[in-house]
């Protein structure tokens, strides 16, 4: 399988929820006797012959682009030394850039991977009519819209969440139903967190097509049916892979306890504007196709569905691209650090930094900094101007970062996120205290300058210093 599934199947879910970790069958004693330097090593040996035999195929513009940066980097990778993660992130950056012919063929091969796994098992195109909710009406307690930033989700959320009560049965407390018609592609377990590093017992992500460009996923399932879990066991091909089911409309497909439910659609001929696409292919191919599942459920399905949906505004889904091209709004990346899929798995948001409106509120900006620690990364921020009216010309800028909570405005004293979710129920937004300042600078309309202030003063606040970082789109 490609690298950059494996990548995408270790990516972090949500609030601390847990992430990927596919392990290979028969390896476990041997990681159980490794240790966790000795995995690194290895990592570090694989990751660095792949790195060479990128700059030994390379064209002249990419080697120039790196040794103008980094005086001979490519002679001195190529005879042994192990570059550091802003030095891989400078290689990196300059071989796409280049358009390097290798390092464009790897990236296709990733795009093409994704889609392959379904191309020849599906059948039609275009969108469908959802017959069934994801879950019984009356197991829901609320929705949580796209676009949350949280933990180590620093850009907007492309899936929404299905929140339920604790109830009896743990993690089999509630059923999960098949939409409609689907040819489900991929399965991955669920066995250590990625921000806690913890493990924890296993959980599923589902990926499906209902037809050859319409798609949707589940994930967070806590188990799944018999039936499913028959098909993903014996569905497979000389090398261990799954090669997919066929489930019907209103097959019960697994259960979620818990925890929420995760749930996505994603419309393969209809992306969305985001500046720079690619950004995001390597990783989450089916990202920038992210599409409001709501038209597609029947009426009545829809209309009880969206009584669960804590956010009011239109569209009631929320948004997950803010890109606007020559403004502070929207997702970037700090330079060198290989854009969405970044240089670390186990922490692949470092290098993001996001500006978007609030996903309950959107009158209010939120900010999602992924080099902070990881829960104390999000803040609404307050200043002016509007993230939408600073351009190259504007100069430097300074907000103050807020923290911020959910509340029921018509409830004040309710805990909204444990107790009975209530049709009258409107949530809003509730400032906390000042955090700190971040200085924001648009040196092109595509490259940003920023630098955060933490337990300071906005006085001392006066220029930028040498902890600022570099971003683009």
Excluded at 389 to 402: A, F, H, K, M, N
């Amino acid at each position: 399988m490609k690298k950059f599934l494996i990548v995408s199947l270790i990516l972090i879910t949500c609030g601390g929820e847990p992430e990927v970790s596919n392990i290979p069958q028969g390896t476990e004693e041997k990681i159980t006797t490794t240790t966790k330097a000795e995995i690194v090593k290895i990592e570090e040996s694989k990751s660095n012959s792949e790195i060479v035999d990128a700059l030994k195929n390379a064209s002249d513009e990419a080697k120039n682009c790196i040794n103008n940066k980094w005086p001979n980097g490519v002679e001195n990778v190529i005879e042994g030394h192990i570059p550091n993660e802003n030095e891989a992130g400078l290689i990196y950056d300059c071989l796409g850039k280049s358009g390097d012919e290798a390092f464009e063929i790897e990236k296709k091969d990733r795009d093409e991977d994704w889609r392959g796994m379904w191309e020849g098992k599906c059948e039609g195109t275009g969108t469908v009519m959802f017959t069934n909710s994801p879950m019984k009406i009356e197991d829901i307690n609320f929705l949580l819209p796209y676009g949350q930033i949280v933990g180590g989700h620093i850009t907007p959320i492309d899936h929404m969440y299905f929140y339920s009560l604790d109830g009896p049965g743990g993690r089999e407390a509630y059923e999960v139903y098949a939409i409609q018609d689907a040819f489900i592609f991929n399965i991955a377990t669920r066995e250590i967190a990625v921000e806690s590093q913890q493990e924890q017992k296993p959980d599923y992500r589902l990926d499906m097509v209902h037809t050859c460009t319409f798609g949707s996923y589940f994930d967070l399932v806590t188990n799944l049916s018999p039936e499913l879990e028959k098909m993903w066991k014996e569905n497979r091909n000389q090398n261990d892979d799954f090669t997919g089911a066929y489930v019907k409309a209103g097959d019960l497909i697994g259960y979620v306890g818990k925890q929420s439910l995760d749930f996505g659609v994603y419309n393969y001929d209809d992306p969305l504007d985001f500046i720079n696409p690619k950004a995001y292919e390597s990783v989450e191919p089916w990202k920038i196709y992210t599409h409001d599942p709501f038209p597609y459920f029947s009426e009545d399905i829809r209309n009880q569905l969206l009584k669960k949906m804590m956010r009011r505004a239109e569209p009631r889904s929320g948004n997950i691209n803010y890109d606007v091209d020559g403004t502070l709004s929207g997702n970037w990346f700090e330079v060198g650090t290989n854009f969405y899929e970044g240089l670390k798995m186990s922490k692949y948001y470092d290098g993001h930094f996001s500006l978007s409106l609030n996903d309950i509120d959107p009158n209010y900006w939120q900010i999602g900094i992924g080099f902070l620690e990881v829960y104390e990364n999000t803040f609404v921020i307050q200043g002016d101007p509007n993230p939408l009216e600073v351009s190259v010309d504007s100069g430097r800028q300074i907000y103050e970062l807020t923290a911020f909570e959910m509340f029921v405005e018509n409830n004040p004293g309710k805990d909204w996120f444990r107790e009975p979710h209530d049709e009258s129920d409107i949530l809003g937004i509730r400032l906390g205290k000042r955090q700190g300042y971040i200085m924001l600078e648009l040196l092109e309309k595509q490259l940003l300058q920023l630098e955060v202030f933490l337990n300071v003063e906005k006085d001392s606040v006066n220029d930028f210093s040498d902890k600022s970082r570099i971003y683009e789109r």
